[in-house]
């Protein structure tokens, strides 16, 4: 297990340090991303024009980008964003939100992939499978249930994962019912997480907010942990996952409740639960 | 009551089905309007960029289209998207929130209407009202008091809806107090909901995405049951929002847990609620 | 304490009038913004197309320009509003957003300033402070830590406020652990609200939509009533946080019940516990 195990202490990190993180989200899911950041700890800045994203990238310590609602014009914005954040050496965390679902989103996610160094890619296994050149039509922007990480196809997927890995020189997490999180040389599974989390629009989202949030904290860690503080960071959102559903099931609440309870559990998490809840498997 | 005491168990088929909800709406109830969509057991996909809508719209199996906070701009992408729904056979749900209240909206309003065939129409009295022909300038977004289906009113209002479904071949669904469902046969009025659902934004907006899940749902479904499938949504929703206030009042809640208790509330909602719950008036 | 005594009743003329206010803000927080002004018993509209916003304006009874997410493209619609509401005699408020942190917010700011006169202008310590002609580059949208109003720089701070409304002629509010309300005269401090205000993404925008709802339900009261009308509202929604912050530690929750509560305690709130509960400081 390598570097899990150490105490990083990172979530502490993220509130002592509260670095800035500098979202270009879709507009859908940017208010509970920005609820999200401040809840670790860190702090978001949502800021996507053109004629600012430079000096942003620049006041922040790390980059998010998801084309979740991205427009046409809207993309010379996000790769200059991405080139500055890469020239500052800060993490970048990419969600290439649907790709596959449009030649449109395909196109852009693989330039951005061209163009921006990331440090992360997050996504489903539809997303991270297209972007690896594997299959071309996904359903929609959420896995279709054919493509969750069964014993049957993860060996496929985790070798898409790997090849993306390969290519891009980035940390790869493709979520599904477990979380595999790959780069060119580790396999991780984290087992955390519950199956609301795809009832609630943007846990996805979120999710790219505190791998950012993390690995900005943790920038200055010693050798290449970049794998395992976003081992870290998934294993974090899927614990508040796991509260959050278990205070629901005590309420008799549905997925509104869910959703404040994940919120709620991000804010009060500590260090401690998530090293003793953390499921990881290597 | 026709069609609406057959088992059709709309619910259910949402839940089995998943259909996938394309909307383009605004970006002010977006991320409430997705987790209506997920809560109620469809998934959605927020799309509005030109470059993808048609792709978008052929992955789909309902349009949702919404001018909240349309721009010029966008005009053509929400054409594009509803002109390829109608020839896939897809149901399309139009919701003109605020025509009337500006030329620009009335005028965007009126071009969906004459180029995209829609299934419902879903807008208060006044949004209603002036797409009929009659009156030109309501109140803002939502209907004037004095534009309340009263039985002063009721007459007058019922008539532009008539007017309206004759003229455009849909469904239309005024809310308010009581909501009407009018197309060139058939009138229902749905006694359920409550006030509070006033005092929460994007409540409407969340309706139209309910009625479209359930649409795509029934789309199998013998003969013309769009009519008693909107009246059924209409129900539902309705039904969450009596089943809110109860929880609201019960933990002296305001307008925020409300807002909450909706969602848990469609989450939680079955079949048999909708039957024993609806109050229609034929 | 001048007006601050008298019986407004400012809350009770908001839900006897149900001002309808514009809004022209950004997409991570419209949501709970138009969430809010519900909740305080005003109405609000969300529009900023340029074709529209002039007429909407004219519907209106007040204005709220923020620029949080704000693209050059959308700059004209902004001050075609302004200038109107200007005209019309509406209440206009002003966030300045992030105003120091892109040399185009600050510019954007600037021109709004110059342009449209501000009935109040809404920000944190750096945001004033760069448009009084200070500092020029803030961290990020959230104040610094540094820049707290403290014993040390509330000197400093006030002579900024004040300088930035000798100039514009606003009300200038400065929201801090301590909400300092100036304008040429007079000075006020405060001290409702809690920390957690600061850990939920737009409570400063909600704050934006609670004045501008209280200065358009009190647009006919008698005198220059703007500044303590200004105060009451900050005073309300410090109430609400402090009222939020109590049953969030009662429940064992987080960050999440925190802004649910908050929506929660608006909605319910009444004049008598604003008079009671405000703390302030002449």
Redesign the interface.
């Known amino acids: 297990m390598e570097r899990f195990d150490e105490a990083w202490q990172l979530l502490a990190k993220v509130r002592a340090k509260r670095p ?1 993180i500098h979202c270009m989200t ?7 991303v ?2 999200m950041i ?2 670790a700890g860190a ?10 994203v430079e ?2 990238t620049e ?2 310590q790390a980059l998010v980008l998801n084309i ?5 014009a809207a993309v010379d914005a996000m790769l200059l964003a991405g080139k500055r954040a890469v020239e500052l050496g800060h993490p970048v965390v990419f969600d290439p939100v ?1 790709a596959g ?5 395909t196109e852009i996610a693989r330039q951005i992939l061209r163009d921006v160094r990331c440090t992360v890619i997050r996504g489903n296994a539809s997303e991270i499978g297209v972007l690896a050149g594997g299959r071309t ?1 996904p ?4 896995a279709d249930e054919r493509e969750l990480l069964t014993g049957e196809n993860r060996q496929e997927q985790t070798a898409a994962a790997r090849k993306l890995s390969r290519e891009t020189g980035a940390v790869i997490v493709m979520t599904g019912p477990r979380d595999l999180i790959v780069d060119e040389n580790r396999t991780c599974l984290v087992g955390n997480g519950v199956p609301m989390l795809g ?4 846990t996805g989202c979120m999710l790219d907010g505190i791998i950012a949030a993390f690995l900005a904290a943790g920038q200055d860690d010693g050798g290449e942990p970049r794998f395992w503080q976003t081992v870290y960071a998934v294993a974090a959102a899927g614990i508040c996952g796991e509260l959050a559903a278990q205070k629901t099931l005590a309420s008799g ?5 869910f ?10 998490l500590n260090d401690r639960q998530i090293k003793e809840e953390a499921r990881i498997e290597v």
């Open positions: 800035l879709n507009y859908v899911t940017a208010g509970d920005a609820n401040l809840a702090s978001p800045v949502m800021a996507d024009g053109i004629a600012e000096e942003i006041l922040s979740g609602t991205l427009k046409a649907g679902a449009s030649r449109f989103r039509r359903r929609g922007v959420d009832r609630v629009t943007g609440g549905g997925t509104g409740s959703r404040m309870y994940l919120m709620d559990e991000m804010s009060n």
